[in-house]
T-cell receptor, first 115, second 114 residues
């Protein structure tokens, strides 16, 4: 049972446009959500996070939106740059039941930003 | 600041051989993790150690064992490697102190079992 779902394996956008990456989750106990970026042959690097008490968090070109009622979050990148081309993973953790130690990841979305 | 260091970076094993993947972090984190990444499968948790002296199974623990040697080091052992364990392995660490924080990852170990 996949608790964190990224239904788009890939996304292609033009440089300067907006990239929107989506993520859905099923576990209502999740209360902290993160986005990681991964280049080939490197480890994932943390990009941005959001707590369930918020519905938006912004950091420069990156904004994460959380819709708790829909169990949906999205990452917006504006404007997109060729250097943003990477695999983006959505991750979630829960505060209770011992799961607060663990991050559950989606399968990732490959973003390609074309010059 | 090294962060999370994994060794080796690459390894080829024959079926049935054993090996240990090493991981060390210098950020004074109390929680450490081993994930594997396979094409189309994302990152799946193998084992984790919430704090020094404890280890627990994750999503895909079969065929693996772990040792939390001290606060800095967390090793992953394959006792009898199988081709299904061909994967990229990532170690991660994070501080857990009641508040949620991000995890930091190593560069990965690419393992091929032939």
């Amino acid at each position: 049972d996949q608790q964190v779902k990224q239904n788009s394996p890939s996304l292609s956008v033009q440089e300067g446009r907006i990239s929107i990456l989506n993520c859905d989750y099923t576990n209502s106990m999740f209360d902290y959500f993160l986005w990681y970026k991964k280049y080939p042959a490197e480890g994932p690097t943390f990009l941005i996070s959001i707590s369930s008490i918020k519905d938006k968090n912004e950091d420069g070109r990156f904004t994460v939106f959380l819709n708790k009622s829909a169990k949906h979050l999205s990452l917006h990148i504006v404007p997109s740059q060729p250097g943003d081309s990477a695999v983006y993973f959505c991750a979630a953790s829960a505060r209770s039941g011992g799961s607060n130690y663990k991050l559950t990841f989606g399968k990732g979305t490959l973003l390609t930003v074309n010059p | 600041n090294a962060g999370v260091t994994q060794t080796p970076k690459f390894q080829v094993l024959k079926t049935g051989q054993s090996m240990t993947l090493q991981c060390a972090q210098d950020m004074n984190h109390n929680s450490m993790y081993w994930y594997r990444q396979d094409p189309g499968m994302g990152l799946r948790l193998i084992y984790y150690s919430a704090s020094e002296g404890t280890t627990d199974k994750g999503e895909v623990p079969n065929g693996y064992n772990v040792s939390r040697l001290n606060k800095r080091e967390f090793s992953l052992r394959l006792e009898s490697a199988a081709p299904s364990q061909t994967s990229v392995y990532f170690c991660a660490s994070k501080y857990f102190g009641g508040q949620n924080t991000e995890a930091f990852f190593g560069q990965g170990t690419r393992l091929t079992v032939v």
